[in-house]
């Protein structure tokens, strides 16, 4: 019978007999839609159970990326199976299509066991008792034990005697349990009980905040699975495959109350372990999503949440972080600030500490912040600031340019040093006509930018605030502006210059020597190779031309054996000079190695490329270095190619085209251009 047939029979068209042959009723009669009636009826449990498994096993598919939610959907699919492949035996009337059908819930019988172990090791409610066990170990297992099922019509060792047994509604599978069917037995409750266990040793350690997901997706889980113990043992007057496919949806129901009302699969508890529930800090971990998913008791004292739970807020709504401030900043995976918290009543100083929380595959997948309470500490800091404002001799002995502002930005005091660095004359704050911030600001080479610093001060006075300033006497300031608060109240500013002129010419001098060749002063290879790849993303995607030109000296060895290594330096840097003279300001050159260096032509076609080339050549030709022995000339062999309209080449093939026709002017005498065709065909391209 098909299944086409066995739906019709839900419907009531048409009905068979216990050997499968249409009844040869004209029409129906009151009692042929009576008994239609109560099969639908009697089918409506597993229908319903099917229904609600298929919905949270789409639930849980939308919550895939979520560790442990891919199982679920596995075991929802499989109790599928198993009802829906009951449901399909009661239709059928022959014997053949109820094993067929019997074996298909097999399907769901065999792999339910494995995917529900797979869940409980993957629910992340506590590190894996076991992290060597992997239930993927068992799938061979299941395997072999579904094709020993499916071919039991050869061996008979899991069925013994089926057989049609006609009943009300629908007709029964009767057989007797073979030898297989015993170890089938065994080993799905073996692995049923052992997963149970498992999940129980789980719930037990679970943090307290969390026994409700775990407590009752495991009572979910224990329906079905405790009501097949019970009518394995026939302590009730059904059996197992009639109950268990309706206990599906009940089970379901259970596990959707977990993921609905406790968000299993949404709030996830991460790093549990390194929140120590003693200290007097407070801990307070974060989802990726910035949501609170753990605090300990220290957090919640300091939070205001004695009395409620602040499991699924986010955090702005109890300290004032901005989500934007979770996506950057973090160096080493750490990152920290200080902010403001009124806790019982009481302003609280607190220094936070973020730490990243890596996943499974070292993604981030939520943060720890720890609270420490600095407001003893910013007492002290607020009692410093008070001494310093008051005491000029401790202002004197900086050896930083200071200058005291009061809320006005009227100068309080200054020492001398901060004269001396901005050539002030005596008194300076108090000349008549002259306001002192405008005197500063003329000491700089950027007047506005001191202006707009201050502007962003007064705009968020509470903050310390870190700027660097040019001096019209050619030095470099870090100016620190640290507000001066006495009792919570905001007095004014201290201002600390500080030269670091002498440190950012370090740093633009390093900079420079990280991206140059030190002898020839143009680009490195790894540089020139970073701009190029930019300038070949940009010509591919506007579809731009671009040109490389690869130049090598001929017989630079002849000029080192003839004239010296250091007439061959003076070589290279008075042929990168010249190139850099006969190029255009948007072009690039860079060393290659040894006497090779290499150009990089923007908005450049390969006939444009070769003109330029040619010019080179030409004025390389002139290049001579004096010495003892005579005049030291070179000439160059130099290699074109270009991007093609019809091919999108990577950085290394076009170098490598353009390698390969410097080495064919090589070839053809040297001293020469030779531009790399389209037509042109070389090995690896």
């Known amino acids: 019978m098909m299944p086409f047939n066995s739906i019709k029979l839900i419907l009531g068209i048409i009905s068979y007999d216990i050997n499968g042959k249409p009844t040869t009723q004209p029409q129906c009669t009151k009692t042929d839609h009576g008994m239609n009636f109560s099969k639908a009826i009697f089918l409506l449990p597993y229908l319903f159970s099917a229904g609600i498994t298929i919905w949270v096993g789409l639930v849980a598919w939308r919550r895939r990326t979520v560790a442990a939610a891919l199982p679920l959907v596995w075991i929802t699919i499989t109790q599928v199976v198993w009802t829906l492949g009951y449901v399909f035996q009661l239709l059928a009337a022959r014997l053949e299509m109820m094993l067929f059908w019997n074996n298909f819930q097999f399907l769901g019988a065999v792999f339910l066991p494995l995917f529900y172990l797979s869940f409980i090791l993957q629910l992340n409610f506590r590190e894996n008792p076991l992290p060597r066990l992997d239930w993927r170990y068992l799938l061979p297992v299941s395997i072999v034990m579904l094709a020993f099922i499916w071919t039991d019509g050869l061996h008979g060792l899991f069925r013994s005697d089926p057989h049609a047994v006609p009943g009300v509604p629908f007709a029964s599978l009767v057989f007797e349990n073979g030898p297989a069917y015993a170890i089938f037995t065994i080993y799905a409750y073996s692995l049923i009980v052992f997963s149970t266990l498992l999940f129980a040793m789980k719930y037990i350690s679970a943090p307290r905040l969390y026994r409700k997901q775990a407590g009752t997706a495991l009572i979910g889980f224990l329906v079905p699975w405790i009501t097949s113990i019970i009518t394995a043992l026939q302590l009730v007057p059904v059996s197992l495959h009639q109950v268990t496919p309706i206990t599906f949806g009940i089970s379901n129901l259970i596990i959707a109350w977990s993921l ?235 201002f600390s210059f500080r030269d670091i002129t002498e440190r950012k010419r370090a740093e633009s001098k390093l900079r420079e020597l990280a991206i140059t060749d030190s002898l020839t002063g143009l680009y490195n290879r790894r540089h020139f190779y970073y701009l190029a790849q930019t300038e070949l993303e940009r010509s591919l995607r506007y579809d731009r031309d671009l040109a490389i030109i690869l130049l090598d000296i001929d017989h630079f060895k002849q000029v080192n054996d ?124």
């Open 260 to 494: 609905f009302r406790y968000r299993l699969l949404d709030i996830v508890p991460v790093a549990r372990d390194i929140v120590i529930e003693n200290m007097q800090d407070a801990v307070v971990v974060l989802d990726s999503q910035t949501r609170i998913v753990d605090t300990n008791p220290a957090a919640l004292s300091l939070l205001g949440c004695l009395n409620r739970s602040p499991i699924g807020e986010p955090v702005n709504k109890f300290l004032e972080l901005d989500a934007n401030w979770f996506n950057s900043g973090f160096e080493h995976g750490q990152k920290s600030t200080e902010m403001k918290l009124r806790a019982r009543g009481v302003m609280r100083h607190l220094q936070i500490k973020a730490s990243l929380l890596p996943a499974m595959d070292h993604t981030p997948s939520g943060y720890l912040l720890v609270l420490h309470d600095i407001s003893d500490q910013k007492q002290i800091e607020i009692a410093l600031r008070k001494s310093a404002a008051l005491t000029e001799a401790a202002i004197e002995s900086s050896i930083s340019a200071l200058v005291v502002f009061n809320r006005d930005l009227n100068v309080i005091l200054y020492n001398r040093r901060f004269s001396q660095l901005f050539s002030l004359e005596p008194d300076w704050e108090t000349l008549p006509q002259n306001e002192p911030l405008d005197i500063l600001a003329q000491k700089f080479s950027d007047p506005a930018n001191f202006y707009s610093s201050l502007e962003k001060l007064l705009e968020d006075p509470e903050n310390e605030r870190l700027n660097t300033f040019d001096t019209i006497f050619g030095v470099t300031l870090e100016c620190t502006m640290t507000p001066y608060q006495i009792e919570g109240s905001n007095i004014g500013w201290l």
């Open 562 to 685: 003839t004239f010296g290594h250091l007439v061959g330096d003076q070589v290279l840097e008075a042929l990168a000079s010249r190139c850099r003279s006969s190029l255009r300001i948007f072009d690039s050159i860079g060393r290659f190695g040894g006497e090779e260096f290499i150009i990089l032509l923007p908005e450049t076609g390969a006939k444009e490329a070769a003109l330029i080339a040619e010019r080179l050549r030409q004025q390389v030709e002139n290049i001579f270095i004096t010495t003892p022995k005579g005049k030291a000339t070179i000439t160059v062999s130099l290699g074109v190619a270009a991007l093609e309209k019809d091919k999108n080449l990577t950085l290394d093939q076009l170098i490598n085209r353009a390698d390969q026709a410097m080495y064919i002017a090589k070839d053809a005498g040297r001293n020469r251009v030779y531009v790399l065709r389209s037509q042109d065909t070389l090995p690896g391209l």
